[in-house]
């Protein structure tokens, strides 16, 4: 089965207008020829829901799965990644203070004392293996976390094979990744570059609106310091950055107008939007004002413009319009163009989906099982694939696969037999 290719659609955001501005120079920023590097392959061993994952994995990749099945979970071997090289993290804190130890990553359907492994391939499309990094990793006899075996490739040649003779002469080196050691990593830096550029988000609208929410936190995930992030970003990109979410923002919030950073009295920085109103000044509303819709988007839009390494979002069409979610791939896409960033997204919404310009390819199925979950592209899917090329749209062929069994029994909840009320 071939896979649908991208569509080119009107987007949210119009042509030309999106992309990083600081691609050049960052960390993030390597490229090769004219494509930046991203994850084009994933292998799990035991791993949280997962006994056994190895899977392609595209410029985009939707993850789509009932309830429980390991979507979060799937995108935390990325953002493990990235805790291992992140400053102030290492292995340590990555599983420890982060994961709660190897038993919080270990698979439930795991044998006992099984090892853990996350191997990864980074490169192109023209070049998917441009580097492979694998780690497998267990508990020494102080149930400390240790690590059983680190291994570099650089098309194909090895550059780093671990335990080596003086791993095994002071087992405490394997407490600790080379890949996160500076004064070691000198060969294949660019992975741990590449690691540390990797960003999650999952705006939590009620820690944007918190007035102290910036206490201690550094690019937080839940937006609780998303205002201080804008706010301390230069003037010039600020407000080119700011200008295209005004406009992105129009189609979908057609009342307001224009967005500016402004601090109060305390020095703490708001973000306020200027909406059309009968007075002809217009009214003006604070973030604490704004809707759960407004602040998810407007969220989202910054994430895609801040950073150039992959962007993992976790349901991003949580209280937006219907209308608005059948545009986001679109605006993936329209933004990749720009800067060739990975997105990988887990939704369970089939207004995501409906996009004709989503390819079976980009699709990643899990589906839980009592040895784990598994995880499928849909291409793999013959019925899909199938209904697909017939003119089904894509959730509709995907969601026999997603629907939780005896679901119907949920109506149940409130009857005397199923212990409700006068039970």
Not at 147 to 161: F, K, P, T, W
Not at 174 to 192: D, G, K
Request: net charge neutral; with cysteine.
């Amino acid at each position: 089965m071939k896979a649908r290719k991208s569509a080119k659609a009107p987007s949210l955001f119009g042509a030309g207008t999106v992309g990083p501005e600081s691609g050049k120079g960052s960390r993030s920023g390597a490229k090769r020829g004219s494509e930046r590097l991203r994850f084009t392959s994933l292998r799990l061993e035991n791993w949280r829901n997962f006994t056994s994952v190895d899977v392609s994995l595209r410029s985009r990749v939707f993850l789509v799965g009932p309830n429980a099945a390991g979507k979060s979970n799937l995108q935390d071997a990325f953002r493990f990644l990235h805790d291992v090289v992140a400053v102030g993290g290492g292995f340590q804190a990555a599983i420890e203070n982060k994961r709660g130890g190897i038993g919080g990553l270990r698979c439930l359907a795991a044998r006992q004392h099984s090892d853990i492994r996350i191997d990864v391939g980074i490169g192109t499309d023209q070049e998917p293996d441009v580097w492979r990094y694998s780690l497998v990793i267990n508990q020494n006899n102080q149930r400390q976390p240790e690590i059983r075996s680190e291994r570099v490739e650089q098309r194909g040649v090895e550059l780093l094979a671990r335990p080596d003779a003086d791993d095994r002469e002071d087992p405490k080196r394997l407490t600790q990744t080379h890949l996160e050691q500076i004064n070691v990593n000198r060969e294949f830096r660019e992975i741990a570059d590449f690691f540390a550029s990797v960003r999650y988000f999952h705006v939590v609208p009620q820690l944007v609106r918190e007035p102290d929410r910036s206490a201690g936190l550094t690019k937080d995930p839940f937006g609780g310091d998303l205002i201080e992030q804008i706010a301390s970003t230069p003037n010039r990109i600020q407000n080119s950055r700011l200008k295209k979410i005004e406009d992105a923002l129009r189609v979908a919030v057609p009342q307001l107008r224009q967005l500016e950073v402004e601090k109060d009295a305390r020095g703490v920085p708001h973000l306020r939007g200027k909406y059309q109103h009968w007075r002809p000044q217009g009214a003006w509303q604070r973030e604490d004002q704004f809707s759960d819709g407004t602040l998810r988007l407007l969220g989202l839009l910054w994430a895609l413009l801040d950073g150039t390494g992959p962007l993992l979002l976790e349901e991003p069409e949580l209280s937006l319009h219907p209308e608005v979610i059948r545009h986001l791939p679109q605006m993936f896409s329209r933004m990749q163009r720009t800067s060739g960033r990975q997105i990988v997204v887990s939704t369970h919404s089939p207004d995501l989906l409906v996009d004709p310009g989503i390819g079976l390819d980009e699709v990643l199925l899990l589906q839980p099982g009592e040895n784990g979950t598994v995880v499928r592209s849909t291409q793999d899917f013959e019925d899909i694939a199938n209904l697909v090329v017939n003119g089904v749209p894509l959730p509709e062929a995907i969601l026999p696969h997603t629907r939780p069994e005896n679901v119907s029994q949920l109506v149940l909840f409130s009857d005397d037999r199923a212990g409700g009320p006068g039970s």
